[in-house]
DNA sequence: TCTGGGGTCCTAGGACCC
DNA sequence: TCTGGGGTCCTAGGACCC
């Protein structure tokens, strides 16, 4: 019998932030997003405060001091870290892995009993804890859909940590419970559709009828219900380069001034770069753009976008740089507080793909050359010892960061001391 | 004062062709 | 007064995920 196991790490970003500071167990943490701007991750003790999640840090302020919550800034180098940990510990334990987000895999085995599989399971999430120190949760099932919600009740109801889904009386049972929008998938829009034609529970999807969902909605849904039913319709993905490669953030601070955005935007523009070279793929084209912050409607908005394509696929900085920037001084207009900007590049090919232009005369290898000494001196020495002028020496712009911890696995300087 | 970043997939509708 | 129909491809935008 063919199973679908999800091992999801319990409050990723809060139990890294643990394994290096055990003070922190058993008390509230809390872990925020970039420019320290929203709560992301959460411990149980502070889920219990009823602090939410993707909540504005300001609109917590109170709650975390009257209650002395633990607060830290995003580390994504050590998260990232910690990640492949886990991953690669996963991937010695288990036959088929799926690496779905930082802290998610799916795992796909063929074994045959169903008890084996419980016990095996059972023993992965001890290695996992002892090799890494990331307590995990795993839901067993027939499909992937379902092998969510089991992890969800392996999360709220057991204290092992596993639970499996597989019995179809127990699934109904879990379902009838089930808000619809608490499906993988279904979200508040959809939810609200969904009510209104009398589905709200994640039972009543799955007995409704299939084809007639389609009609009315998408073909999303129907495959949903097939899985909701036990039939799988989503298999494990294997790894493939990403379609799209994004980097964006906002700014320390609102900017009405060209220079300091298009120093923002050099930064991104080599980060996105760096990414798109580490996957050994080219970029067809950028979309490059720019807004005010949205939140603060009082204030005049301006919100533009642009894209370009390449004669020829490139991945070199210099010359995407060089694009990017031209952009930007087309999409900026003088007299607005900009708040955020970023590149996305797009219609990404391998690298290999080689495909001579009729009036090129770049010399690409010299251009490949020159990108794989920076990348190797960066990989090799830490990020941006290399880097260009354009992206800035002061930075005005740089986001907020107060309370990062050390990037302990990372960094020689940043070692856990013993004492 | 302060509201993340980085992805994927699907659909509708326009452009274009014969 | 009358002005085709059917197919494909591409893109923008919506919705969702973590």
Known sequence: MKKFILADCNNFYVSCERVFNPLLDKKPVVVLSNNDGCIVSRSDEAKKLGIPMGAPLYQQKDVIEKNKVSVFSSNYQFYGDMSDRVMESLEMLTPKLEIYSIDEAFIKTDSVSFGDVFKDVINIRKKIIKWTGIPMSFGIAPTKTLSKIANHIAKKRTSEGVFDISENSVADDIMKKLPVEEL??????????????????ALQLKNSDAKFI?????VVLERMIYELR?????????IKPKKNIMSSK???????DIEPILEALSSYTARACEKLRKQNSKAGGIYVFIRTN??????PQHKNGYALNFDLPTSDTRSILHEARKLMRGLYKKGYKYHKCGIILLDLVPD????THFFSTNDSDEQNNFMKI?????????????????????????????NRSNRYTTKWSELLEVN
Not at 214 to 218: A, D, K
Not at 250 to 256: M, V
Not at 294 to 299: G, S
Request: aromatic letters at 10%.
């Open 214 to 218: 389609r009609r009315h909605t998408s």
């Open 250 to 256: 906002s700014f320390g601070a609102p900017i009405g």
């Open 230 to 238: 036990g039939i799988s319709c989503l298999n494990i993905e294997s």
């Open 294 to 299: 949205p939140f603060q409607q009082k204030k």
């Open 184 to 201: 993988w998938g279904i979200s508040n829009k959809w939810g609200e559709r969904l009510r209104h034609m009398g589905i709200s529970t």
């Open 374 to 402: 920076v990348d190797r001196i960066n990989n090799s020495m830490g990020p941006q010892t290399l880097f260009y002028l354009s992206q800035g020496i002061e930075k005005e712009w740089k986001m907020r960061s107060k």
């Open 352 to 355: 290999s793909y080689k495909q």
